[in-house]
């Protein structure tokens, strides 16, 4: 099994700061990844403080539990985020989490296997499930998808306005052969694109829209939003890294959202304080420093914003 410890977690020093952890406090890392956040929590944390690691890819806690194999304060369960606020409730931990940090996105080190089929750049099987227990892998899903809805999958997910010239060239294409690996599919979403943009691959957008359709992720996200929210005890955070535009519009909108005064009639007999919602946004949004992005280049996209319950 992998050890090497050296994966940077992007906006450590932020985070640290954003979920200002408490000795004795109980933390969730929704996203585990390699542990680098985790480890960082951890290290504040006095003898009596718990962190609780999320993350649906069987390698990465696998990877967490040989890694802290010592440490009883953390503790992890295999499942997607969005499942979170049950297991804490079984845990009998509702509105007892001080911070929670979700960091969205694929992680590094599943970029940097080609084994796993998420990156353009390298060869590999095209699987792109973040959980590869379960559910239908890229590949399957490119062999069956109608012209219709793959179309809907590149303009939703990635944004790509060449998203119907893309699809057209993956349905022709597997008439011939089965799409089955990174660089062909690749090769097909380049070959599609009468116009390159500079510094940017042409898969990109696609790769993303594929993974993210594969993975469920924006459901995910909404879901693991309201559980972290939830579960908050006053004066907890929640601390959520986002990487592109889909996912922090709707991390910005669930915030800003929770965080406002109700619309209500005018002439209600309401008090001002009634109407005083329990979360407050903490800052606006944090983005990596110049050190950072010199020293992790795959920090330059990420954003963080946070959360507190006030009461």
């Not at 909404?222 to 972290?228: F, I, K, T």
């Amino acid at each position: 099994m992998e050890t090497d410890f050296s994966h940077q977690p992007v906006l450590l020093n932020e985070v640290l700061e954003a979920l200002n952890v408490k000795q004795n406090g109980i933390y969730v890392d929704a996203t585990f990844g390699r542990g680098g956040h985790s480890g960082a929590i951890l290290s504040r944390l006095g003898r009596e403080g718990r962190l609780i690691a999320f993350d649906q890819d069987p390698e990465a806690i696998a990877y967490g539990r040989e890694r802290f194999a010592d440490d009883s304060r953390i503790e992890f369960e295999h499942c997607n985020f969005s499942e979170m606020g049950s297991v804490i409730v079984k845990r009998g931990l509702g509105n007892r989490i001080d911070g929670v940090l979700m960091d969205l996105g694929v992680s590094s080190p599943q970029l940097d296997d080609a084994g796993r089929g998420f990156s353009f750049l390298k060869l590999g099987p095209l699987d792109m499930r973040m959980n590869t227990e379960q559910g239908e892998s890229a590949m399957q899903w490119l062999a069956r998808v109608d012209l219709r809805d793959l179309i809907l999958v590149l303009k939703r997910y990635g944004e790509e306005k060449f998203a119907r010239r893309i699809a057209t060239a993956i349905v022709e294409t597997r008439k011939e052969q089965v799409i089955d690996n990174t660089a062909m599919l690749a090769s097909i979403i380049s070959d599609a694109i009468p116009v390159k943009e500079k510094h940017k691959h042409p898969a990109t957008r696609s790769f993303q829209a594929i993974r993210m359709y594969i993975n469920q992720e924006l459901p995910s996200i909404e879901s693991g939003l309201q559980a972290a929210a939830s579960m908050l005890a006053v004066g907890g955070r929640l601390a959520v890294i986002s990487f592109h535009s889909l996912e922090d519009r709707m991390v910005k909108r669930f915030m800003r959202d929770i965080s406002s005064r109700a619309k209500l009639p005018p002439g209600l007999p309401i008090m001002e304080k009634d109407e005083d919602p329990p979360f407050r946004l903490v800052g606006k949004s944090w983005i990596a420093s110049a050190d950072e992005l010199a020293a992790n280049p795959r920090s330059r996209s990420a954003r963080l914003r946070v959360l507190e319950r006030v009461r």
